[in-house]
């Protein structure tokens, strides 16, 4: 028996659908107009004759319409659940490399104990057969295999500090009025040595372009890097506010060759930890100051003041520099009243000599 037609009209159809109605139409057409049997139309066209008595069927009940095939809304979309699927990316981007077989065992018990819905096999399958190669190869074999056989450029190891340089330029995700009063996206600009370790760098990296105090870069866990969309999510200890920030190609990168190259095994859920055991967070804020100012020993910055606040200082005075606004400032910085930035104020001499009122005629002596 038939199935009973969808209830389509021709703008929900789309122009696929439209053009879709009208090809079966014309074929249908000898039949409709000029009584030609459909065993014969069957015949010309090479279309079964039980699908134009299909096609009939639904033309009679819905017209043109009828003909259609109504496009999802969700077309092209995964239906898959998204906690779904990242415990399946997850599960099958340990190693040992599991099957799909056991990835597939371990979602399901999951699923049923979250009350989730069960996916198939195939599913699941399909879901690490879309997994990007190159993804693939930097959780299973490493960063070194990932930059041989996925990145373009030859990456030398330096073997003494100032031996090789690293520059990266990034545009800040903010807009400032340049001094020809247009408005324009800030550059920001990092140059690194790459003598350096990967979580020496990361860290010296972190508090130079976020600003981050010492408490936060220690407190900062895996957890709290969204490793897709490139920010970091923390609560300060200071204030108690949340503080999202955007991170720097560079700054990913080495987070990356710190937590899949370099960072010890260990339990601690902490990013950065000790590289002698015990392999713990790291203990306060002279652990950071120290990191620091072995980074900038390392770069031949012997003379430098070193450590968080005197980089948040300097992260606070690029910004202002840039024109970008106080309360801006002030959000990036993680200050939860706008005063403690303006601290920074003095540091822009330029801009406050802008501000200096020219002295009235009859004062002058």
Not at 77 to 88: H, K, Q, T
Not at 135 to 153: C, D, H, I
Not at 224 to 237: F, N, P, S
Request: hydrophobic share 45%; with cysteine; glycine share 8%.
């Amino acid at each position: 028996m038939p199935r009973a037609p969808d209830q389509t009209t021709l703008a929900t159809l789309g122009e696929a659908g439209r053009a879709e109605a009208h090809r079966r139409w014309l074929v249908l057409r000898p039949h409709l107009e000029d009584g030609v049997p459909l065993t014969r139309v069957a015949a010309q066209s090479g279309i079964p004759h039980r699908t134009l008595q299909r096609w009939l069927v639904r033309y009679r009940a819905g017209g043109l319409a009828g003909l259609g095939r109504a496009v999802r809304a969700d077309r092209g979309r995964s239906r898959f659940p998204g906690p779904l699927r990242l415990l399946v990316e997850g599960l099958a981007l340990r190693t040992p490399v599991p099957s799909a077989a056991q990835v597939h065992r371990q979602v399901t018990a999951v699923a049923e104990r979250e009350g989730w819905p069960v996916p198939s096999y195939s599913s699941v399958y399909a879901i690490i057969r879309r997994i990007d190669p190159a993804l693939r190869t930097l959780a299973v074999e490493g960063a070194r295999r990932y930059a041989e056989v996925f990145e373009l450029v030859h990456r030398r190891q330096a073997g003494r500090p100032n031996e090789i340089w690293q520059a990266d330029h990034t545009q800040l995700d903010l807009w400032v009025v340049t001094p020809a009063g247009r408005p324009a996206r800030p550059w920001l600009t990092v140059i690194e040595d790459d003598h350096v370790s990967a979580r020496n760098a990361a860290i010296t990296l972190l508090a130079v372009t976020t600003g981050l105090r010492a408490c936060d870069i220690i407190g900062l866990r895996l957890a709290d890097v969204d490793w897709r969309g490139a920010t970091i999510a923390v609560v300060q200890q200071k204030t108690g506010n949340p503080l999202t920030l955007p991170l720097p190609p560079l700054v990913m990168g080495k987070l990356c060759d710190y937590v899949l190259g370099e960072r010890p095994a260990t339990a601690d859920e902490h990013v950065f930890v000790r590289s002698v055991a015990p392999h713990v967070h790291l203990a306060d804020h002279a652990s950071v100051h120290q990191v620091i100012s072995a980074t900038f020993a390392a770069a031949g910055v012997a003379d430098g003041k070193a450590g968080t606040r005197f980089l948040r200082h300097s992260a606070a005075t690029r910004l202002l520099r840039a024109a970008v606004p106080l309360p801006t400032i002030s959000a990036v910085l993680g200050h939860s009243a706008e005063d403690s930035t303006s601290v920074y104020m003095n540091a822009d001499r330029d801009r406050l000599l802008q501000c200096v009122l020219p002295v009235p005629a009859g004062a002058r002596r």
